[in-house]
């Protein structure tokens, strides 16, 4: 089956500092990823939908100048955490699809990264 | 409001016994999925339901969706050690083109224990 991975698995970081963290798709051409932030036993809370070769569509109430995300190529997607503060510490997950946009598409997840800021 | 509520938050059940997790969702959707997170780790896919559809089965899972009482349910026969995970149902919206393409709105979750 189609294969999502990220990187880093988990990162620790000082306030202040930025983190980037990347989103590949391993045998499939992502046209679409998504980018999720999970909080400790909570429910997955949609942060923004990159598109390859254009710019993010962030949710309301996402700070689009604090995550930003690019989506360089057909397998890539990069999420930076800009000045992170002790709040941004979450679980990110990504996820892709293969593009057909219908709604049915199935979306591949990644295995998520911790991310704790000091 | 949440999109895609769940209950029980939280099964505790003996191995061989039967799963049935709920979710409750409030607007129109065109489909409805499951997905099983293990704890620290991805989302694995289990199953989709479209809204033209009333039950699906694959292996162990048996998933219902009726769209008249905005809700589903999915039964995991026969459970495992192995099945301990949280679930989480999630929709798609409906008439999911453009903007709103792949959008997926997670329910809490319910948390399953498998005792052996």
């Known amino acids: 089956g189609a294969v999502v991975s990220q990187h880093p698995s988990w990162v620790i970081c000082k306030s202040g500092t930025s983190v980037k963290i990347e989103c590949r798709s391993l045998d499939f051409q992502a046209t679409t990823m998504f980018w999720y932030r999970q909080f400790p036993k909570q429910s997955l809370m949609l942060m923004a939908t990159s598109n390859e070769g254009s710019k993010a569509t962030y949710e309301q109430g996402v700070e689009k100048d604090k995550f930003l995300i690019n989506h360089a190529s057909l397998t890539l997607s990069t999420l930076t955490v800009t000045s992170a503060h002790p709040e941004d510490s979450s679980f990110y997950i990504c996820s892709a699809t293969e593009g057909t946009r219908i709604s049915t598409d199935t979306q591949y997840f990644g295995p998520g990264t911790r991310l704790t800021v000091l | 409001s949440q999109q895609g509520e769940e209950d029980p938050q939280a099964l505790s059940i003996q191995e061989g016994e039967n799963a049935t997790m709920n979710c409750s969702y409030k607007?129109?959707?065109?489909?409805l999925q499951w997905y099983r997170q293990n704890s620290g780790r991805g989302l694995v896919h289990l199953i989709l339901i479209r809204s033209n559809e009333r039950e699906k089965h694959s292996g162990r899972l048996r998933v219902t969706l009726d769209t008249s009482k905005k809700s589903s349910s999915l039964l995991i026969t026969a459970s495992r050690a192995a099945d301990t995970a949280s679930y989480f149902c999630?929709?798609?919206?409906w008439g999911a083109g453009g903007t709103s393409y792949g959008k997926l709105t997670f329910g809490q979750g319910t948390i399953l224990t498998v005792h052996p």
């Open positions: 999630a929709t798609g919206p």
């Open positions: 607007t129109s959707i065109n489909n």
